[in-house]
């Protein structure tokens, strides 16, 4: 198994490139080593119909020419900060060259000399990522938690468009939004506090549902679509956050109480199991499998003592089997993922669309391991039944959330590496 990763430049950056005719410089002396550029994406592996990847050089120079070569005709840009590639030029090379790799050389002019930098390389895939990606855009900070939107991003260019902003809707929490296999026609997501409700599009139809019922502990929290759109499970959730006066950590996240619930659209009704709302555990981040036979989910012994025990919350993930034509769950729960003996809470799992892999955060205690910087992703094989670290995804800092692509072949997830407050998006590879 490869692991290839790269960030994903939500913003174009602002560069100036020339014409397509350029004067090649003579160099005076090859510098025998890589330039130094902004986001790192020497080596990268790149979808066949990604954005350019645009970047900034951070060493000194006066200017700077940069050659991308491979198959086809070369592209040559002059710039003197950021770099920013012609995209149809880019779209052209990327497709004569999938397969195959890209070669980058940067060339800097200082004092009137030209100095040339070692070239790096660019891969290309022959696997494509989806067209779109939908995220929440929100300060990190909890001062300026009422400025938020739901928004989508084209990963073949840089548009970036609002599906929602809370400007809207009172300056309200908008969260949890969830698309049924991918697909935008079929989304829930949540509005608490100010015109608070669980909003469901489907068949070209949008209601409001109150969730909250008097067999449920709370209104419904995370989300996941049976494959069939019939049904959506929901983690139903008492939440607490604490937050450290005087410590590198920022805040910890933690549920009192949680159940799984069944919610059947047509029917307008919520099912659930003995084994799933056990008032002596707590059930979480419930997710199907792609045939929908399996509903798998998170769970762990309930602890009173919160938050000064919050360290001995450990998660392991589990399955149930689920019979969608009756809303049944089977009597017996499994255990796929359990890292309690190496002292370790798993959690924030997601399952690729063949099934063959599910991907997963791991962390020393809790559910949200967004804020804990030794949270690591893990890849749990199914066929194999193996877990192991995605090394070449993690950092010291923390990664979380996961999404996969529909074919299976890309992983988007979240982490905190370039500063350990924003949550960045990075995009890996699986062979």
């Known amino acids: 198994m490869r692991l290839n990763i790269f960030y994903i ?8 490139y020339g014409c397509k005719n350029h004067q090649q410089p003579i160099i005076k002396e090859n510098l025998n080593i890589l330039p130094t550029i902004y986001p790192e994406y020497q080596g990268a592996l790149l979808p066949v119909n990604i954005a350019p990847l645009n970047f900034k050089i951070q060493d000194e120079g006066d200017e700077w020419m940069i050659q991308i070569q491979g198959k086809g005709n070369p592209i040559t840009i002059t710039a003197h900060d950021a770099v920013e590639i012609p995209i149809k030029r880019w779209r052209q090379l990327l497709h004569q060259n999938q397969g195959g790799s890209l070669s980058i050389t940067v060339s800097s002019r200082q004092k009137g000399e030209w100095y040339q930098y070692s070239p790096f390389t660019w891969d290309i895939s022959t696997d494509s990522i989806d067209s779109h990606l939908a995220y929440r855009l929100i300060e990190p900070t909890y001062a300026n938690w009422n400025s938020m939107a739901i928004c989508q991003r084209e990963l073949s260019s840089f548009k970036e468009t609002e599906i929602i902003s809370n400007k809207k809707s009172g300056q309200n929490c908008i969260n949890c939004h969830t698309f049924n296999q991918g697909n935008p026609n079929e989304m829930v997501m949540h509005m608490r506090k100010i015109n608070a409700g669980t909003i469901l599009m489907q068949g070209g139809a949008c209601q409001k549902l109150n969730t909250k019922t008097p067999h449920t502990i709370s209104n419904f929290v995370y989300p996941d679509w049976h494959p069939s759109g019939k049904q959506i499970a929901f983690s139903t959730n008492l939440t607490q956050m604490s937050f450290y006066d005087a410590h590198p950590k920022i805040i910890e996240v933690y549920d009192t109480q949680s159940d799984i619930v069944l919610y059947d659209i047509s029917k307008n009704e919520v099912y659930t199991s003995p084994l799933l709302a056990n008032a002596n ?3 979480n981040f419930p997710f199907f499998s792609p045939d929908g036979k399996q509903l798998y989910f998170c ?30 769950f089977s009597k017996q729960v499994d255990t796929l993922i359990d890292l309690t003996n190496a002292g370790k809470s798993v959690t924030l799992p997601s399952i690729s669309p063949d099934g063959q892999f599910i991907a997963c955060s791991a962390a020393p205690h809790g559910c949200f391991s967004s804020w804990i910087p030794e949270s690591d992703l893990y890849l749990y094989n199914t066929k194999t039944k193996k877990l192991i670290a995605a090394t070449e995804w993690n950092s010291p800092e923390a990664e979380s959330c996961t999404t996969w ?23 890996a590879h699986i062979d």
């Not at 430049?9 to 100036?16: F, K, N, S, Y």
């Not at 762990?300 to 001995?312: A, V």
């Open 9 to 16: 430049l939500l913003i174009a950056l602002c560069g100036l």
């Open 299 to 328: 769970t762990c012994d309930r602890i009173d003592s919160l938050p000064q025990q919050f360290s001995n919350i450990k998660y392991r993930i589990c399955s149930i089997g689920f019979d969608p034509q009756n809303n049944q």
């Open 281 to 283: 555990k707590l059930e």
């Open 405 to 427: 692509s529909s074919n299976s072949r890309w992983v988007i997830f979240s982490s905190r590496r370039e500063d350990g407050i924003y949550n960045r998006l990075y995009i």
